[in-house]
C-alpha cells in the first residue's frame, strides 16, 4: 500500500524535522557545556555555545516580553498563510520554504518562551540542568535563545598598507547561529533565488483559487 504525501504532509514534515534537531541539538548543548565553551571541529568549524535576547543588532527598545509576542504573531501569520497556499495548490518547493521559516521561527519561540523557565544559568563555571530545584533562571517568555555553531572561515589580518584597518585583525563570517537560523535563512534565499517572479505573482494574484501547476 503506497502513501502518498501531500503538500499539507510534507510542510508538516518539514515542520516537525526542524523543530526536532533544532531542540535536540540546543538541549544537548545547553545541558552539557558551560557558556562560551569552544570544541573544536575543524579549523572553520567550531561548536561554540552561547545565548542572546533575540534582539535584532542588540537593541532591546521595546524589551524582550514585546519580542516574544510579536514573534508569536508573526508565527501564526505566517502558520495561516502556509494553510491557505496548501490548499490552494502552491508550488511545493515554495510550500517548502514557507515551511522552513515557519519552523525556524518556532524553535527560537521555544527557548524564548519556555527556557528561562526550565534551565538554570548557563555561566562559566556552571552547566545547565533541566527542572533544577531552585527553579530557571528566568520566567516565562523570557529565555535566552541557544545558540552554538561558529564558522570563522578565513580568519587573517588586514594588509598593513590598508588605510583605518590595515593590520587589524579580521573573521570572515563570525556570526554564531542555531539550527533554527539556519532553516530561516535557507527558507528565504530559496524563495528569492528560485521563487522571486512567484512570489510577485501570488501577491498580485491575490491567492486566487487556480494557481498555476506544481513542477
Known amino acids: 500500500m503506497r502513501i502518498r504525501l501531500t503538500k499539507g504532509h510534507i510542510s508538516l514534515l518539514i515542520i516537525c524535522f526542524v523543530l526536532a534537531a533544532d531542540q535536540i541539538v540546543k538541549i544537548i548543548v545547553k545541558t552539557h557545556m558551560y557558556w562560551h565553551e569552544s570544541i573544536r571541529v575543524t579549523d572553520w568549524f567550531y561548536i561554540y555555545f552561547t545565548e542572546n535576547n533575540g534582539m535584532a543588532f542588540g537593541l532591546e527598545i521595546f524589551g524582550k516580553f514585546f519580542l516574544t509576542v510579536f514573534r508569536i504573531i508573526a508565527v501564526g501569520l505566517i502558520g495561516w498563510y502556509i494553510h491557505r497556499i496548501v490548499k490552494r495548490g502552491f508550488k511545493t518547493g515554495y510550500i517548502a520554504c514557507f515551511s522552513l521559516i515557519l519552523a525556524g521561527a518556532l524553535g527560537n519561540i521555544i527557548d524564548s518562551v519556555f527556557y528561562g523557565a526550565l534551565f538554570n544559568e548557563s555561566t562559566h563555571s556552571q552547566i545547565a540542568a533541566f527542572m533544577p530545584e531552585e527553579g530557571g533562571y528566568s520566567t516565562w517568555l523570557y529565555g535566552k535563545v541557544v545558540d552554538m555553531f561558529y564558522f570563522p ?63
Open 153 to 215: 572561515i578565513i580568519e587573517a589580518n588586514w594588509p598593513a598598507w590598508m588605510p583605518f584597518v590595515g593590520g587589524e585583525h579580521f573573521i570572515f563570517f563570525s556570526p554564531i547561529f542555531n539550527f533554527a537560523d539556519a532553516a530561516i535563512s535557507c527558507g528565504i534565499i530559496a524563495l528569492l533565488v528560485f521563487y522571486g517572479k512567484y512570489l510577485n505573482n501570488a501577491y498580485h494574484a491575490g491567492m486566487k483559487q487556480n494557481e498555476e501547476p506544481d513542477r
